[in-house]
C-alpha cells in the first residue's frame, strides 16, 4: 500500500492545481461516489523518485454556503483520517484567514504529520502570508507555486522522510503480526551464572527430569534447545527454550567458568526473544548477573527476573523487597521489570513465570498508532516544556513509532543534541506509562526536522 497524502485547505488555494502536478498524467479517478466520506478524489502521485496515493477534497464551493464550512470539516476529517501525512494549503497573497486556522486546529488535533504549504508564491508574492503562516502553529511553511512548480524541491525534503518512516513502519508491522502467529515458537533463554540453577529449571518447565536422556513424545530437544507447547489461558504458546547450561556442558570447558557462562549468555540472548535472568535467592543480583541482565535489555530483549531457591529464604517479605529495591536501582534502564519468585527444585512458584514471559513478550511486541502518539506528545510537552537553549526553546513536534521488538521511537526534535538527558527520560517513562509498556527496553530516538 503506498502511502497516503491528503490535501487540506478551504477552497480556492489551490490544492486541485497542486494535485494536478502531483498526479500528472497518471491522474486516476478512484472514487467519484457523492457522499459524506467518498467525496473526493484520490490519484497516483509522484514527487522526484516518491511515490504516494495523494487524496483531494475537491468540489465543496458548491456546497450552499451555510453547510459548507461542517461539510468540509467532515470530507476533509475523513481525509485526514486515512492519509499517513497531510500537505496544509494556504493562499500566501491572501494571508491566513480564520478558516485556514480551523484547518490548521483540525489537524494539529488529528496529530498526523503536517506539511504547510503558503502557495501562490511565485516570484516574491506573498510574502507577508508567508509570515503569517507560522502562526498556524503547524511548523514552518514551505513557499510553494503549485501553478508555476516551484519549490517542489523543498516540497520534496518534507515529505521524503515521511514516507520513508510510513513504508518502514509498513514493513515492521508485517513482521510484527508474525508474534501472534500460534504456530511460530516463542524464544526463550534461561540465563544466569553457574549454580543458579537454570538445569533443574529447564527440567522442570518441561517436565522431564533426566535433561540428557534424549527426546521424549512431545518434546524435542538437542543439545541446546528444548521446544514444547506451554497451555497459556486464552491459548497455547509453543516455546523454545535455549538451554545455556547444556551448552556449557556440550563445550565441555570447565576452565574460566565465569568467561564462558557470559559468552554463553550473550549467545543465548541473541536467539532469545525473551530472556529470563535466573537469580540465586540467596546471592541476588552479583556482578555478573548484573552484566547478563545489562547485556540482554542492551541487545533490547524482554527481561524477566526469576529468583530461585526460594524454598531456602525463610523471611521472604523481606528478602521480595530487598529484591525489589535492588532492582529498581541496579536496573534503572528498565523500570517495573516483572519479578517471579520459585524453586526450580520443588517447582514452588513455576507456574508463575510463563504468564510473565508471555506478557513482557506481547508488551516487547506493542504498536502504539501515532495519532495516539501525538496527543500524548502534546500533553507531555505542556505539562512539562522541554527546556530552551541559549534562549531559544528545544521544540518536540512529531512522534511516530518506527519499530517493534523492542518498541522504537522516532521523535522530530530542534536541537535533539542539546535535549538533557533527564528530559529524554521523562518522555521515555511517560510513553511507558501512557501505553503500559512496561519492563522491556523503550528506545526513543531524537531527529532533527528536515
Ligand atoms: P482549490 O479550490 O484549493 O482546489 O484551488 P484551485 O487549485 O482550484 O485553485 C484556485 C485558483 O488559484 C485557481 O484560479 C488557480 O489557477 C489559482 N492558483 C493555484 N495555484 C496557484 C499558484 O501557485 N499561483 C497563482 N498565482 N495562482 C494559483
Ligand atoms: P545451573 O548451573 O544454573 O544449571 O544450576 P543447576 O541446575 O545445576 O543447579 C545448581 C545447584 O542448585 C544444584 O545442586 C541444584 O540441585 C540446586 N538447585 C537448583 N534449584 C534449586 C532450588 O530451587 N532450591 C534449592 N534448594 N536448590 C536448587
Redesign the pocket.
Known amino acids: 500500500m503506498p502511502v497516503k497524502i491528503a490535501l487540506v485547505?478551504?477552497?480556492?488555494?489551490?490544492?486541485?492545481?497542486?494535485?494536478n502536478r502531483l498526479a500528472g498524467k497518471r491522474l486516476a479517478l478512484v472514487d467519484d461516489t457523492p457522499g459524506v466520506t467518498r467525496d473526493r478524489r484520490e490519484g497516483e502521485g509522484a514527487l522526484g523518485d516518491l511515490s504516494f496515493t495523494i487524496i483531494?477534497t475537491?468540489g465543496l464551493?458548491e456546497a450552499p454556503e451555510a453547510a459548507l464550512e461542517g461539510r468540509m470539516r467532515k470530507q476533509t476529517d475523513a481525509a485526514v483520517m486515512e492519509a499517513d501525512a497531510c500537505l496544509l494549503?494556504i493562499?500566501a497573497?491572501a494571508g491566513v484567514t480564520p478558516l485556514d486556522k480551523t484547518f490548521a486546529g483540525l489537524l494539529r488535533e488529528s496529530g498526523k504529520p503536517v506539511i504547510l504549504l503558503a502557495?501562490?508564491?511565485?516570484g516574491s508574492?506573498g510574502e507577508a502570508g508567508f509570515y503569517d503562516a507560522y502562526a498556524l502553529g503547524v511548523g514552518e511553511p514551505i513557499a510553494?507555486?503549485?501553478?508555476?512548480g516551484e519549490g517542489m524541491g523543498e516540497l520534496y525534503n518534507a515529505l521524503e522522510p515521511f514516507i520513508a518512516e510510513a513504508e518502514g513502519e509498513e514493513e515492521e508491522a508485517d513482521e510484527a503480526a508474525e508474534w501472534d502467529n500460534p504456530l511460530k515458537p516463542l524464544r526463550v533463554a534461561i540465563i544466569g551464572r553457574p549454580n543458579a540453577g537454570k538445569s533443574t529449571l529447564v527440567n522442570r518447565l518441561i517436565g522431564e527430569e533426566r535433561l540428557l536422556t534424549g527426546p521424549e513424545a512431545g518434546i524435542t530437544r538437542d543439545s541446546i534447545s528444548v521446544e514444547w507447547v506451554w497451555r497459556g489461558k486464552d491459548r497455547d504458546w509453543p516455546v523454545k527454550l535455549f538451554d545455556t547450561a547444556g551448552m556449557r556442558r556440550k563445550s565441555r570447558v570447565q576452565s574460566k567458568l565465569e568467561k564462558l557462562s557470559v559468552a554463553d549468555a550473550l549467545r543465548a540472548i541473541k536467539f532469545a526473544e525473551v530472556a529470563v535472568l535466573l537469580l540465586d535467592a540467596e546471592h541476588p543480583f552479583d556482578k555478573q548477573d548484573l552484566q547478563i541482565a545489562d547485556l540482554a535489555l542492551r541487545e533490547g530483549r524482554a527481561l524477566v527476573i526469576a529468583v530461585n531457591k526460594w524454598d531456602l529464604i525463610e523471611e521472604k517479605d523481606a528478602k521480595i523487597r530487598e529484591i525489589r529495591e535492588m532492582a529498581a536501582r541496579l536496573l534503572p534502564q528498565a523500570p517495573g521489570l516483572p519479578i517471579v519468585t520459585l524453586s526450580a527444585l520443588t517447582g514452588g512458584g513455576i507456574r508463575r513465570l510463563m504468564p510473565a514471559v508471555v506478557q513482557v513478550y506481547i508488551d516487547w511486541n506493542a504498536r502504539v498508532k501515532t495519532p495516539e502518539l501525538n496527543e500524548w506528545l502534546q500533553e507531555a510537552v505542556q505539562r512539562h516544556a522541554p527546556p530552551a537553549v541559549s534562549g531559544q526553546r528545544i521544540k518536540i513536534r512529531y512522534i511516530a513509532q518506527t519499530k517493534t521488538r523492542p518498541p522504537t521511537f522516532v521523535a522530530q526534535c530542534t536541537r535533539a543534541e542539546d535535549l538533557p538527558a533527564a528530559y529524554k527520560r521523562y518522555l521515555v517513562n511517560g510513553i511507558r506509562e501512557a501505553f503500559d509498556i512496561k519492563a522491556v527496553p523503550v528506545r526513543l530516538i531524537l531527529k532533527k526536522p528536515d
Open positions: 485547505g478551504r477552497p480556492n488555494v489551490g490544492k486541485s492545481t497542486l494535485f483531494d475537491p464551493e494549503l493562499d497573497r502557495n501562490k508564491a511565485e508574492a510553494i507555486s503549485a501553478e508555476h
